[in-house]
């Protein structure tokens, strides 16, 4: 079956930093560009970061420009999120999906998501 687990979610200061890690199986990883999303609470779900299928390219919401870092491992079927400089705001849950696509659009497959806790 597909899957898409993300880990790497815990509790840290403002100022700290994380790496999650979304591992995929049960399509084909190279052909799907995979984004990252975070939802907070009380607020809608938000686009954090694509990677693209292609050519590993990335794009960054302007909330985490310059502090976060997405890549991913084909021979692993794994894709990251470096989160440094972590403020409050960036307490949400976040969930990684995948597309059929060159760029991150709608989400074919989606995770359960991984809780990132920042505090002040």
């Known amino acids: 079956e597909v899957q898409l687990v993300e880990s790497g979610g815990g509790l840290v200061q403002a100022g700290g930093s994380l790496r999650l890690s979304c591992a995929a199986s049960g399509f084909t990883f190279d052909d799907y560009a995979i984004g990252w999303y975070r939802q907070a609470p009380g607020k809608e779900r938000e686009g954090v970061s694509c990677i693209s299928s292609s050519d590993g390219r990335t794009y960054y919401a302007d909330s985490v420009k310059g502090r976060f870092t997405a890549s991913r491992d084909n021979a692993k079927n794994t894709v990251y999120l470096q989160m440094n400089s972590l403020k409050p705001e960036d307490t949400a849950v976040y969930y990684c999906?995948?597309?059929?696509?060159?760029?991150?659009?709608?989400?074919?497959?989606w995770g359960k998501g991984t809780l990132v806790t920042v505090s002040s």
């Open positions: 999906a995948a597309d059929y696509e060159t760029r991150c659009e709608v989400g074919d497959y």
